[in-house]
């Protein structure tokens, strides 16, 4: 059954005009037609009662469980082309709660906050959809532009780690201590690697340097990798 994001108001079902859209002309659904709705990270079915102008019902309430327990946090490089638009779908789909989009000093793409503002909206919506798709009862919310050397201390989790490639221990030894009990976090390096005082910096801080296998990922697989280990860890 396909899945939107809306709000029920006085148990009206509240979507956007888009979602609405989406409804009616790509999906082609009509009246008596019934879909899933997450408002607040509860369930829904709703039925279509009309078409012109659009209203629904509730049908009834559905339990749902199928977050991970407890919040995980991807750290993730200003990277070229559509890699971050990848990350953001694949992320989502594992089951990541929060994208913290991040510069370095090897990072290739340069980006300001009024440009990150402007791509946000791309993002979140990339969001949406793979959390609809998935059918997921939260949207990752996305987070920019951070400095890595300054990671605001309200963005950190119960355990914080860094992915580094001249860390050349096993991933099982690396994730061992992960449960549903603790929230994680886990930065993932830029195309060009980290250099040795932002891991430092980040030790210092309360990262712990962990390895994702023997070889050199790039950073979209790398994220992809490090999430599924994390989604694996935290779900058994």
Do not use: W
């Not at 956007?16 to 999906?27: A, G, R, S």
């Not at 290739?108 to 009024?114: A, F, G, P, Q, T």
């Not at 990150?116 to 959390?131: L, M, P, T, W």
């Not at 690697?193 to 801080?205: A, H, I, M, R, S």
């Amino acid at each position: 059954m396909q899945r939107y994001f809306g709000h029920i108001n006085h148990q009206s079902v509240e979507l956007t005009d888009e979602d609405i859209h989406h409804i009616l002309h790509v999906m082609r659904m009509k009246k008596g037609d019934e879909f899933e709705l997450v408002d607040n990270q509860r369930l829904y079915v709703c039925q279509i009662q009309n078409t012109q102008p659009f209203t629904a019902i509730i049908v009834n309430e559905v339990k749902s469980e199928v977050e991970i327990e407890k919040n995980v946090t991807l750290f993730f490089p200003l990277a070229k082309g559509d890699k971050i638009d990848l990350v953001i779908q694949k992320a989502t789909e594992i089951g990541v709660h929060k994208i913290v989009l991040f510069k370095s000093k090897r990072c290739i793409v340069s980006l300001d906050e009024d440009s990150f503002n402007k791509k946000k909206v791309r993002y979140q919506k990339i969001a949406k959809e793979a959390s609809e798709q998935c059918h997921r009862l939260i949207v990752p919310e996305i987070i920019g532009i951070v400095d890595i050397n300054h990671i605001p201390s309200e963005l950190k989790e119960d355990i914080n780690y860094i992915a580094y490639e001249k860390n050349s221990g096993s991933t099982k030894e690396s994730f061992y201590e992960l449960n549903n009990k603790q929230s994680v976090s886990i930065v993932i390096g830029p195309e060009g690697g980290f250099e040795e005082k932002e891991v430092e910096t980040l030790v210092n801080q309360g990262f712990k340097i962990v390895s994702l296998g023997k070889r050199i990922l790039r950073c979209e697989t790398a994220a992809i990798y490090a999430m599924s280990v994390i989604s694996y860890k935290m779900e058994q």
